[in-house]
């Protein structure tokens, strides 16, 4: 089985990946995780703060590596948060790419992932607006360093070039419309989906969601 948490930045991602663990651990069904920063990360680019630029230049579909998919989850579990629908198709996004671009990446994914079970679980907030500007104040706190490297990715990429913003309204800008992009590709994939519209308004129902959609 092979577990794809996606959602916003400050969704509650990795909260829910790490949860999860330890409900499947729970059940003596050890299962591999990846944070979307994991060095070991079986699927898709490598990649830090050190290449990301480079990484989000290379997400076309003619360069993106899809058979690194390939037996992902076929021998045990594994989690991937962020890989399937942000690392893919809001980096093609931010490459320029149009929302006709952007659904191929899952789709291709999904078709090389054919025999395997697999489940999606996207973490959506119905106000991005509200929500990025609650996390970015957060994180200018708690994580200094994050605001200043994501304003400028957008900034500097394609995207944040051909829409006339500061650094910091790029970023905010893109990932309203990355979260547009987003629910809209979630709803048209054929795969095993759960759908949690703002989590962390009750976290304790949210993870129970995800326990039995796992469980099923």
Not at 95 to 115: A, C, M, Q, R, W
Not at 131 to 143: A, E, G, Y
Not at 148 to 175: C, D, H, K, Q
Request: hydrophobic residues 35%.
């Amino acid at each position: 089985m092979i577990v794809l948490i996606e959602g916003l930045p400050g969704s509650g991602k990795t909260t829910t990946a790490k949860h999860l663990e330890t409900f499947l651990y729970q059940k003596n069904k050890n299962c591999n995780v990846f944070y979307e920063y994991s060095f070991d990360n079986p699927v898709g680019y490598t990649w830090s703060f050190e290449n990301a630029v480079k990484s989000i230049r290379e997400t076309t579909i003619s360069d993106y590596p899809f058979d690194s998919w390939k037996g992902v989850g076929f021998h045990k579990d594994v989690i991937l948060e962020s890989r399937f629908l942000q690392n893919t198709s809001l980096f093609n996004m931010l490459n320029g790419g149009k929302f006709s671009e952007n659904i191929v990446f899952p789709k291709k994914i999904l078709k090389t992932l054919d025999k395997i079970h697999t489940k999606l679980i996207l973490l959506h907030q119905t106000d991005p607006l509200l929500f990025l500007n609650n996390v970015i104040k957060n994180r200018k706190t708690t994580c200094p360093e994050w605001f200043p490297f994501v304003s400028e990715l957008f900034y500097e990429s394609y995207w944040g070039r051909t829409n006339e913003a500061s650094m910091e309204e790029s970023f905010i800008n893109g990932m309203v419309e990355w979260s547009h992009r987003q629910i809209n590709i979630f709803k048209t994939l054929n795969v095993d989906k759960l759908l949690i519209e703002n989590p962390s308004s009750d976290w304790n129902a949210s993870l129970n969601k995800v326990f039995s959609f796992i469980d099923n």
